[in-house]
Each structure stands twice: as structure tokens, then as C-alpha cells.
């Protein structure tokens, strides 16, 4: 079965330092990826989505992944974090026709 | 419109109420997803409706009871919650179930829920 691995619970950086939030999956075929975020109190926003066009995926907000097939993994970056990206964060796998799975999140805090 | 709604933003019940939360997206989506969400946790698939038919049930307890009156429309019917079904009750839609799998979902901002 298809699964999800966020490294970190909880990452703190500082405003305007890089922001590294770590996926890793576990696939026998080329996996659907998904980076969701999510605010306090409210529902879950894509971020950016990997779906074999390319290997580097812009999405909203100014953030970015890579997807490395040998690595198996799929990390979220920001070059410079703002207060405003301080939020839940989820990295998400849609194996061909399936469930979308789940990481267990990763929250970000910004310091000022 | 790349919306979904949902209605009430927070509910409170007592274990013995009826109550229903509601969702709806004009996106033309034709799957749409129920799913809990408990604090600090990701959320976990309950339901799956798919042209308007259940295609999942993950397991949940009879106490929920999916309902898909028409394309645009989801809800859930609650009866006889227990405390811990507290949590966060998302939505959300997807042009399909079945075709491309890199169709995302899109999520509605979630009822809150606090069964007493």
C-alpha cells in the first residue's frame, strides 16, 4: 500500500529564512502528489500538485517542490518565509484511481 | 466558481439531537467527499459519492448517514453522536472519482462540531 512520511511534526523558521517542509512516498508506479495547507479553523487549500509534467512544480503563495524519483520524496520550499505562511501543512498521495492519502502534517511557525 | 460551501460553520449537539451538515460546490465536480478531521491529525476519508451514488464507505458507525440529493448537493445526517465524534467535518469535490487521479480535491472551510 501507497503511504506518506512528513519529516517533522513541527518546523520554526525565522521571517524571511527558507522554509524546507519534508515528503517522502512510498510508490511502486509514478504517485499523483499533492501539497495542501491548512489555516487555523478553516478547510485544506492546494498549494501545488506533481503530476509528471515536470519534476519542478510551482504552486501558490510563492512555494515550490520537487519531485525526485530516486528519493523518492517530494519537498515543499519557500525561499523566504513571510508570518503569513505560519499554517498546517500537508503532503498528500493519489495512487491511479485511489483514496487520496495522507501524510500526518507538518506545522510551520514563522518567528519574527 | 471554484467553491464549496458548507453550512453550519459550527454546530453543538447533544448525544440524543438530530442535526445535518451541508455542502455544496457549483464546479460541475461529480465526486464529492466527506471527511473527519481531529486536531493536529490529517483528515480521514468517511464517504465517497460518486455520480451521486456511495462508491465508499470507510466503515463509519451508522450514526452517519451520507446523503447526495443531486450533483451540487451533500449532506450529512447525524443522530446519537458520542463526545469523541467531535472534530472538524470537511467536503470536497473532484471532477471525478474514478478518471485522472491528479484531479484535486477541492475542500469547503469545514463544520466544527462539539458533541456534548
Known amino acids: 500500500a501507497q503511504s506518506v512520511t512528513q519529516l517533522g511534526s513541527h518546523v520554526s523558521v525565522s521571517e524571511g529564512a527558507l522554509v524546507l517542509l519534508r515528503c517522502n512516498y512510498s510508490?511502486?508506479?509514478?504517485?499523483?502528489l499533492f501539497w495542501y495547507v491548512q489555516y487555523p479553523n478553516q478547510g485544506l487549500q492546494l498549494l501545488l500538485k506533481?503530476?509528471?509534467?515536470?519534476?519542478l512544480v510551482k504552486g501558490i503563495n510563492g512555494f515550490e517542490a520537487e519531485f525526485k524519483k530516486s528519493e523518492t520524496s517530494f519537498h515543499l520550499t519557500k525561499p523566504s518565509a513571510h508570518m503569513s505562511d505560519a499554517a498546517e501543512y500537508f503532503c498528500a498521495v493519489r495512487p491511479t484511481g485511489g483514496k487520496l492519502i495522507f501524510g500526518q502534517g507538518t506545522e510551520l511557525s514563522v518567528k519574527p | 466558481d471554484t467553491e464549496v460551501t458548507q453550512t453550519p460553520k459550527h454546530l453543538v449537539m447533544g448525544m440524543t439531537n438530530k442535526k445535518s451538515l451541508k455542502c455544496e460546490q457549483h464546479?460541475?465536480?461529480?465526486?464529492m467527499y466527506w471527511y473527519k478531521q481531529k486536531a493536529k491529525k490529517p483528515p480521514e476519508l468517511m464517504f465517497v459519492y460518486s455520480y451521486e451514488k456511495l462508491s465508499i464507505n470507510e466503515s463509519v458507525p451508522s450514526r452517519f448517514s451520507p446523503e447526495c440529493p443531486n450533483s451540487s448537493l451533500l449532506n450529512l445526517h447525524l443522530h446519537a453522536l458520542q463526545p469523541e465524534d467531535s472534530a472538524l467535518y470537511l467536503c470536497a469535490s473532484s471532477q471525478d472519482q474514478t478518471g485522472a487521479s491528479y484531479n484535486e480535491q477541492f475542500f469547503g472551510p469545514g463544520t466544527r462540531l462539539t458533541v456534548l
Open positions: 510508490s511502486s508506479v509514478p504517485p499523483y
Open positions: 506533481y503530476t509528471s509534467a515536470a519534476t
Open positions: 464546479m460541475g465536480h461529480r465526486a
